[in-house]
């Protein structure tokens, strides 16, 4: 954790509006620390939570286009192993606790229903989240409302899945998604989609899985590039996420209020637990 800290401390400077990844990634870190002292104070332990576990599908939500980083990475088993590995510890330790004390820890780091969160969905319906817990009181101090931060923060979670849907349902997208199939079939791998490919190839756990990834991935990302699916699917997702923000502005602008609202709370928060992290390791 201490070299992440170090890392997002660096970030600190550099400010750039909107928010951008980085900043995202300065904010999730910030609201794992909170987390991760709110759960200290009650007698538990906690593991920062990673961003993501799949941070090949952030990064390729369509198709792997990117060859240099395909001949490097396939389709990103080694960081989804890594994560996995991080994981052991929490996992270990809440196995070891004996029943009453892992509710008492899922409670603590949920919340109970005594009082809820809600948010409408774009899409309908609503989704909720108990107003206690570590969770909730994290959202509180890096973002002054949780109730607030909690409806923003799901409404444009929806918003995002429901661009990419937009996206793979376009008719130019499943006509170059058909080229790209193509042009990997004379590559020598059968695939209708990116995302078949994909779990097909991660579903393998035979030696040399991670040399197949790599052939794999970089034959996507030449076939990406070929059949037009790369820049179809950007060129989709880019107009499909202007529609959005134009059909849900006041949603799009709440969001983005709370998070550069707390970014300077997040970049304090992280300079003080990184300095408290260094004198704990300061030999005595």
Not at 41 to 49: A, C, D, K, N, V
Not at 123 to 132: E, K, L
Not at 198 to 222: M, P, S, V
Request: a positive charge; one cysteine or more; charged letters at 25%.
């Amino acid at each position: 954790m201490r070299h992440a800290l170090i890392g997002l401390a660096v970030l600190a400077g550099c400010a750039v509006a909107p928010v951008a990844p980085m900043e995202s990634d300065v904010l999730q870190q910030a609201e794992q620390v909170l987390i991760g002292a709110c759960m200290s104070g009650r007698g538990l332990r906690y593991w920062p939570e990673p961003k993501s576990r799949t941070p090949d599908m952030d990064r390729f939500p369509f198709v792997v286009d990117d060859e240099e980083w395909a001949r490097n990475n396939g389709y990103g088993r080694a960081a989804r192993k890594e994560l996995e590995k991080a994981a052991v510890p929490a996992q270990n330790y809440f196995r070891g606790l004996p029943e009453g004390k892992r509710r008492a820890w899922l409670t603590a780091y949920h919340g109970d229903r005594s009082a809820v969160l809600e948010a409408a969905l774009p899409v309908g319906g609503t989704v909720g989240h108990s107003a206690g817990g570590c969770v909730t009181q994290a959202w509180q101090e890096l973002y002054g409302d949780k109730a607030r931060w909690f409806r923003a923060s799901r409404v444009t979670q929806t918003l995002v899945q429901m661009r990419i849907g937009q996206t793979q349902a376009a008719p130019a997208y499943g006509a170059a998604r058909q080229r790209w199939s193509a042009c990997m079939k004379a590559a020598g791998f059968t695939a209708d989609t990116p995302l078949a490919l994909r779990r097909e190839r991660l579903a393998d756990q035979e030696g040399g899985a991670e040399a197949r990834d790599r052939r794999a991935a970089t034959a996507e990302a030449r076939c990406a590039a070929s059949s037009g699916l790369s820049r179809t699917a950007r060129d989709l997702d880019k107009a499909n996420a202007a529609a959005l923000e134009a059909r849900y502005p006041a949603e799009y602008r709440n969001a983005r209020s709370l998070r550069e609202a707390a970014l300077p709370r997040a970049r304090a928060l992280i300079r003080k637990s990184l300095i408290a992290e260094q004198g704990e390791e300061t030999p005595s």
